[in-house]
Nanobody, 115 residues
């Protein structure tokens, strides 16, 4: 079973920053594009940012210019730097391969942004 470990979430005020990290198994990480996803209460999970194996990135319009995804292939880790956070960014954030698999997800990390 693939084990993904997300960390770095927390409670912040609007305008502040957080950096999320996700450690993935090497067998999964190395050949895969990776993505950060989020799910707010009562909403479906959505893709936030993706990064290819060679570093090509894409972002949801709602986070473009504020969030930056990166990956460290030596550490099998993907990061999400989130700046200028807004209350609407409040959600549980998950990482996984991209496109997302049909299998299990990690526990995610809660991000709460107060106004």
């Amino acid at each position: 079973q693939v084990q993904l470990v997300e960390s770095g979430g927390g409670l912040v005020q609007g305008g502040e920053s957080l950096r999320l990290s996700c450690a993935a198994p090497r067998i999964m990480f190395r050949p895969s594009a990776m993505g950060w996803y989020r799910q707010a209460p009562g909403k479906q999970r959505e893709s936030v940012a993706t990064i290819s194996t060679v570093g090509t990135t894409n972002y949801a319009n709602s986070v473009k210019g504020r969030f930056t995804i990166s990956r460290d292939n030596a550490k099998n880790t993907v990061y999400l730097q989130m700046n200028s956070l807004k209350p609407e960014d409040t959600a549980v954030y998950y990482c996984n391969s991209y496109p997302p698999p049909s299998g299990p997800w990690g526990q995610g990390t809660q991000v709460t942004v107060s106004s």
